[in-house]
């Protein structure tokens, strides 16, 4: 246990999980050394060295009382999270999901860790683990020389994964006359449908599969996230397969001649400009050259002004039911607590919430105080019991569903589906509710 006079967390990485386990920490009246390798050190991934930047996809998931990351959402909100805060506040048109302006995003993210007072902000590499109360958060992207010092430390082999960007689309390269707006099974036409008869799918099938992509060094191990599956990996395992997924027609009937196509690719607004939109689960590795001729096969796409090419590269992450806690500290090394992609989680939002109960937690061992789990009814509290409990055989990153808290069982007569999960979504929102109250640590971050 830290034994220093006054109180003190060291964050490793800002981002999702690294920014959110700063303000937790700081919020509970400890001193944080938060670090940060960008810009002195880039990643394969990132852009800027704002903190918090989002560069899979711009959406935190799905919203509504139905959604299991939508009461994750709401759990987050309840506890300040600077997050989901600044997610809503910078957010734009997508449907049901939680879609935000990257850059403002960020941008409000960044000034709110640095503009608190108990946070100090250090630039630079860091390669080993330091003493004291430590959070790990440097994400799916940490350093060799850190993720080496970590392995020989915990004495456990990483496990890793391949992850993958889609490509961004500037608006005004699309083909107005081909795409239309519509939302899947009528919800709010905040997407842009680019529809495919079968002529035009083999054409856009043929070059998937011409095209070259990225090809990893000997040593790296393919393993795809399956919830972040590359658009030509898809395309590998059958002609048909990305129909029944990123492209699947159902229910993107044209909304004026009624007309069902054979595919559909859908666009998403990626800034609250409108400026830029993205293409819907076409995560990839191609290389560039080849990732244009391919975006430039979709139908009104011909002309596509691609803005960020899509990226690939590797996820790392420790095997959590071996090696943490329910409270994301390390079993072996109590000081110690891992948050994020890092911890077995996979998401935006699942990152965010794994940072603020791991620097909620780091703070409290700092101050002498035992750590804490979220019930198991809520959404949080149910993701981190199946991080240090699921099966350690093949352990892959999991991010917020229905089927880590209990639910209403189904019974013939009784409520259905929609009904039972909207009765789980306030049971685990009330319990989170009542949690935090308890514990007294409730309390909105200023964004």
Not at 213 to 233: R, T
Request: include cysteine; proline fraction near 6%.
């Amino acid at each position: 246990m830290n034994t220093l006079r006054e109180p003190r967390v060291t964050v490793i990485g800002a981002g999702m999980a690294g920014s959110e386990a700063a303000l937790a920490a700081a919020r509970l009246g400890v001193r944080v050394d938060l670090h940060e390798q960008r810009p002195v050190r880039m990643t394969p991934a990132h852009h800027s060295d704002r903190f918090a930047e989002l560069v899979c996809s711009n959406s935190l998931g799905g919203e509504g009382r139905n959604n299991a990351k939508g009461l994750m959402q709401a759990e987050m909100l309840a506890a300040g999270g600077v997050v989901v805060g600044s997610a809503h506040a910078t957010r734009v048109p997508a449907g049901g999901a939680l879609a935000v302006d990257r850059e403002a995003f960020s941008e409000r993210v960044t000034a709110a860790v640095r503009a608190h007072p108990g946070v100090t902000v250090h630039v630079g590499e860091v390669t080993e683990v330091p003493d004291g109360v430590v959070v790990l958060a440097t994400g799916p992207l940490t350093s060799d020389a850190l993720a080496e010092h970590v392995r020989r430390r915990v004495g456990e082999d990483f496990l890793g994964f391949y992850d993958a960007a889609a490509p961004v689309i500037a608006y005004d390269s699309i083909d107005h006359d081909v795409a239309y707006r519509k939302g899947r099974y009528g919800q709010e036409a905040d997407y842009l449908n680019l529809p495919f008869d079968r002529a035009a799918y083999d054409r856009w099938y043929e070059a998937v599969a011409e095209a070259r992509s990225h090809v990893p060094h000997d040593w790296e191990k393919l393993e795809f996230f399956e919830g972040c599956m590359p658009i030509e990996e898809l395309a590998r395992r059958g002609r048909d397969t990305p129909r029944f997924g990123p492209l699947k027609p159902v229910g993107l009937e044209h909304p004026v001649t009624g007309e069902r196509f054979y595919a559909v690719a859908q666009l998403r607004q990626e800034d609250a400009a409108g400026r830029m939109w993205s293409l819907v689960g076409f995560q990839t590795g191609l290389k560039w050259g080849d990732q244009q001729t391919v975006v430039r096969t979709i139908p009104g796409l011909e002309e596509a002004e691609i803005v960020r090419y899509g990226v690939m590269h590797r996820n790392t992450y420790l095997c959590a039911p071996r090696l943490l806690e329910p409270h994301l500290a390390l079993r072996a090394e109590p000081d110690v607590f891992v948050a994020g992609v890092l911890a077995g989680t996979e998401g935006y939002l699942e990152s965010s919430a794994t940072g603020w109960l791991a620097g909620t937690n780091a703070a409290r061992r700092a101050l002498g105080q035992p750590p804490m789990v979220p019930p198991e009814a809520s959404m949080l509290g149910g993701l981190v019991r199946y991080l240090a409990s699921a099966n350690p055989e093949g352990f892959q990153p999991m991010n917020a569903n229905w089927g880590l808290v209990p639910v209403v069982p189904k019974t013939r007569g009784g409520p259905g589906k929609r009904e039972r999960r909207e009765i789980a979504y306030q049971h685990g929102l009330d319990a989170f509710v009542t949690w935090l109250e308890e514990l007294r640590v409730a309390g909105p971050v200023q964004v």
